[in-house]
């Protein structure tokens, strides 16, 4: 035999021990990629009439505003709803043994983004002062 054809015969060989392994290796992958993922979130679906072609989950003006509880008719309104805020925040700090700090509430850091502000919050800070007595 020539050099040429015991060449050729060495590759075939060669080729017949590697395919098995080229075999099983490529068959893991594919199953490596059939392999899948499910990630399920929960949400809940906005209920949409479907007689309103204009209905806005937000309401008809636009997007809900955070901050409207905050926005009073007067400032008697104001005082009576911070104090009850702070009441209950109070009430809540006492029961929890928190430290006095009636600024730490959101109640508190909110309320100026609606009117009578300062009144609310002075409404607060006597309604916390009660409560953390209490």
């Known amino acids: 035999m020539k050099v040429r054809n015991l060449r050729r015969l060495g590759g075939f060989i060669l080729a017949v021990l ?7 290796l490529s068959s893991k992958s594919v199953q490596a990629q059939q392999r899948r993922v499910v990630i399920v979130r929960t949400y809940r679906p906005i209920y949409r009439p479907y007689w309103d072609p204009f ?3 937000y309401g008809r003006f636009g997007r809900y505003n955070y901050y409207s509880q905050y926005v009073f008719r007067n400032s008697d309104e104001a005082f009576n709803e911070g104090y009850h805020d702070g009441l209950k925040t109070g009430q809540g700090d006492a029961k929890h043994r928190r430290s006095y700090d009636p600024q730490r509430s959101h ?3 909110e309320a ?3 009117n009578f502000g300062e009144v609310y919050r002075s409404g607060f ?4 002062a009660d409560g953390f007595r209490s």
Do not use: D, Q, S
């Not at 590697?18 to 099983?24: K, T």
């Open 18 to 24: 590697l395919l098995p392994g080229l075999i099983a």
């Open 55 to 57: 209905w806005n989950p």
């Open 107 to 109: 109640y508190y850091e």
């Open 112 to 114: 100026g983004f609606g």
């Open 125 to 128: 800070l006597r309604g916390y």
